[in-house]
């Protein structure tokens, strides 16, 4: 399995941007997908998941703001990030698994993209 995010970039408060990650491989390991983001001093945290089922999940502090969905046919997950804060700086990640059991852990996730830098100023 490959995941390969792009999208970032730079933006002020109250922007927006749209992440994307081009997903490769065995469709079973690709059924749970999720959004991760990593900012200095802090550990890796669970933004968005979208679920084997379709049903999706967010983080308290992204809730009304972010938007994850995915292209099934194209095997691209997105994460659309509107009303962006400072506190949304943070390298963001793509990950994906056969199940989730708790999307939010970090530890559910076999599959890694190597990120993509966010930055809100």
């Known amino acids: 399995v490959q995941l390969v995010e792009s999208g970032g970039g730079s933006v002020q408060a109250g922007g927006s941007l749209k992440l994307s990650c081009v997903a490769s491989?065995?469709?079973?390991?690709?059924?749970?997908m999720g959004w991760f983001r990593r900012s200095p001093g802090r550990d890796r945290e669970g933004v968005a998941n979208?679920?084997?089922?379709?049903?999706?999940y967010y983080g308290d502090s992204v809730k009304g703001r972010f938007t994850i969905s995915k292209d099934h046919v194209q095997n691209t997950l997105y994460l659309r990030m509107n009303s962006l804060k400072p506190e949304d700086t943070a390298i963001y990640y793509c990950?994906?698994?056969?199940?989730?059991?708790?999307?939010?852990?970090?530890?559910?996730?076999?599959?890694w993209g190597q990120g993509t830098q966010v930055t809100v100023s």
């Open positions: 990950a994906s698994t056969a199940l989730c059991t708790i999307w939010y852990s970090r530890y559910e996730y076999a599959y």
């Open positions: 491989g065995s469709r079973n390991r690709l059924l749970c």
């Open positions: 979208i679920d084997e089922e379709g049903r999706t």
